[in-house]
């Protein structure tokens, strides 16, 4: 401040004065003016730079973690485990012992594992009976496909190395079945197209070109009614962290078992879920966040699958569900997985290098090689004999040593370098192999409607109807939020400490209206209020929606549901209005007030009360502004920077009627100027008091006039001195070069100021007639262009930014 004091026009004398104006604002807002002070606030300025690294680095070294890193541990009994066979060598196979030795008898049996397990699931279609055993039956489906390609426009990278084409293939003319009862693995070295080829298989691609015949038990896939039987196991394990286990089942029930199914015909079926994946002991613990705390990665496995399970799907795809997992998870995870195929649904699996006993677990293979081609399809056999035979039978291929890992060898022999070093190619190999030929028998086969079997039909799109999905979303949101002290307490701490602070420093203010300097710092308790409660609800907001943002891209792939009753839920944007922010917004706005009026002696008045209430559209601009951007990192930077601005066309810094007319319109479409303007109309409007001339300052203005010295010159110091408070904020450290820019325009073009609208008295309707026979009512409509009479067009304007932004929430998220 002392360096602005500096400045050109600071230098200039007023008149029946012997000091500058410069020294005469220093010296009006209590800042030391002698031009020591300049070096003594550097030197404090990086003593306390010193000062924060010196606590940043104590902190570092001796404080620990706000929260343990640790997962829920289960409550089962070792001995229990050890008899499921947890903890000792588990028993995932459905292909018999793990002795080495293999009878005649055994590899017979393998041979016609597919034989059989087609005609079993022939059998159940052309019979029409459901699978028992649970308390909901479903209905078993094989999905089939027959030369698929997937296809993408051409990458331009990609082009400017000399593609021609212009379209990438990415899966060329593949064909396989999946049938109930028997798991299937999905296997390729990387970037082969293995999960490309679930994703296609499931409707999970949005884009790209997807060419071929996909039959879902003889009937072509129709991707509106297959979400509806179908389930999907996603790799990242993406749950509402606040939320316990038996919520997270009982949410996915609710939205996606059919209406007709009673609640407690629901909560049955989800014990039964939960005790054939094994997460009873797991029941009430939180699901939490990926290695903060809650559940362990292998238990978040399980939850995942339990949670598309209690959908009762015919059809279940997981994305390689041992991925991160030591061999014990691993292990228990696919018992899991077991247990889910004897139930008679139909699992496929994308897995990767897998150990020799989870290799074991499957009873098929469809490997592809890189250029997204299959080269072989077929049943594994007992120890994988049938997959190693079709392997060892190619000419020039390595036989494999013993007891090393099937799945490591297939891989290791079917590399791009060992088909050139060997003059193969494999998926030439495998289509003039018997083996193909029977698949495209089987194809052909699973390819027809079974008689008397009817095509998949829904008359809705999803389960549940729209209040009932409106229900089910607010309802774990409500348990997101109240679990969720940091975001929710803080919220409210925060605000109650700065309300104390506000009081306190603007204590019995409001009984205050004689001097201008009185009624210039209620407007600035306003000002300030509107920004630090704003700002930080807008903040604190965006980290909680961009966590619930992942989970709702998960649920409405899974068909739970449209993205308006998430929306709703989250944002409240609807006629249905009693929803989750609101509450919270409500409580903390009126803490707000109740403290503030109290301390600061407001008129207790509803009219004056209810717009302290006028800070919640901050809270939906935050999350429009998560919903818009594709993280929540980008979008604090990119709403800080439009706080900056905000503050700056408050109408606080910089008179409305003052900015130049090509800069107005901003004025009238930033809500920060709309929210101050109801608060100081609303609260002054009919204040009678007499404001005194008290000012130095102000008396020396008033002859300024006839002076050398322009008003102008004191209100560009006025306004610049301002800014730099102002701008002083954290939030807004990086927008200090464009406030002052656009701050320099502002000034440069301002219309004139004259020594009698250097007279100008603040808020509302007073009738006080000034020197120049002018109200305060007349000065804040021509100095700041507020109108009391337009208090209600304010109120409309506000509650429209809300809605606003909220429906922007619910369109792009």
Known sequence: MVDMGLMDFAYDVLPGSNE???????????????????????????????????????????????????AVISETPEEIEQTNGVGGKLQLSNNGSSSS???????????????????????????????????????????????????????????????????????????????????AALMSVGGAGKTTLMNVLAGRKTGGYIEGNITVSGFPKKQETFARVSGYCEQNDIHSPHVTVYESLLYSAWLRLPKEVYAETRKMFIDEVMDLVELN?????????????????????????????VANPSIIFMDEPTSGLDARAAAIVMRTVRNTVDTGRTVVCTIHQP?????????????????????????LGHHSKHLIDYFEGIEGVSKIKDCYNPATWMLEITTTAQELALGVDFADTYKKSDLYRRNKDLIKDLSKPAPGSKELYFPTQFSQPFLTQCAACLWKQHWSYWRNPAYTAVRLLFTTVIALMFGTLFWDLGTRTKKRQDLVNAMG???????????????????????????????????????MPYSIAQACFSPFCVLIEIPYIFVQAVLYGLIVYAMIAFE???????????????????????????????????????????DL???????????PKWWRWYCNICPVSWTLYGLVVSQFRDTQDVLEDESELHE??????????????????????????????????????????????????????????????????????????????????????????????????????????????????
């Open 20 to 70: 500058s104006l410069g020294i005469k604002v220093l010296k009006s807002r209590g800042f030391f003016h002698d031009p020591k002070w300049y070096w003594l606030g550097l030197g404090g300025l990086v003593g306390f730079i010193l000062l924060f690294n010196f606590l940043y680095t104590l902190a570092l070294a001796y404080l620990k973690p706000f929260e343990k890193n640790q």
């Open 101 to 183: 030795s293999v009878t005649r008898s055994e590899v017979q049996d393998d041979t016609q594992r597919s034989v059989s397990s087609m005609s079993l699931s022939m059998s159940e279609a052309t019979t029409g009976n459901k699978k028992k055993g649970m308390v909901l039956p479903f209905e078993p489906y094989s999905i089939v496909f027959d030369d698929v390609i997937y296809s993408v426009d051409m990458p331009q990278e990609i082009k400017e190395q000399g593609a021609n084409e212009d379209k990438l293939v990415l899966l060329k003319g593949v064909s396989g079945s999946f049938r109930p009862g028997v798991l």
């Open 281 to 309: 002991p797991l029941k009430h613990a939180q699901v939490g966040l990926p290695g903060v705390h809650g559940l362990s990665t292998e238990q978040r496995k399980r939850l995942t699958i339990a949670v598309e399970l």
């Open 355 to 379: 150990s020799i006993d989870i290799l074991e677990a499957f009873d098929e293979l469809f490997l592809m090689k890189r250029g997204g081609q299959e080269i072989y399809v077929g049943s």
């Open 525 to 563: 308790s306003m000002y300030a209020a509107v920004l630090f409660l704003g700002i930080q609800n807008g903040a604190s907001v965006q980290p909680v929606v961009a966590v619930e943002r992942t989970v709702f891209y998960r649920e409405r792939a899974a068909g739970m549901y449209s993205a």
């Open 604 to 646: 207790w008045t509803a009219v004056k009360f209810f717009w302290y209430l006028f800070f919640m559209y901050f809270t939906f601009y935050g999350m429009m502004a998560v919903a818009v951007i594709p993280n929540h990192h980008i979008a604090a930077i990119v709403s800080s920077a439009f706080y900056g601005i905000w």
């Open 649 to 659: 066309f408050s109408g606080f810094i910089i008179p409305r009627p003052s900015i």
């Open 700 to 813: 020396a203005t008033k002859t300024s006039a006839s002076s050398k010295i322009s008003p102008l010159s004191m209100y560009k110091f006025t306004v610049i001195f301002s800014s730099f408070i102002t701008t002083s904020a954290p939030w807004n450290t990086f927008m200090i070069p464009l406030r002052v820019s656009i701050l320099l325009v502002l000034l440069s073009n301002n219309p004139t100021t004259t020594a009698t609208s250097s007279k100008t008295r603040l808020f509302g309707d007073i009738q006080d007639v000034l020197e120049d026979g002018r109200t305060v009512e007349q000065i804040l409509r021509s100095y700041f262009g507020f109108r009391h009479e337009f208090i209600g067009v304010v109120a409309v304007i506000i509650i429209g930014f809300t809605v606003l932004f909220g429906a922007i929430f619910t369109v792009v998220v």
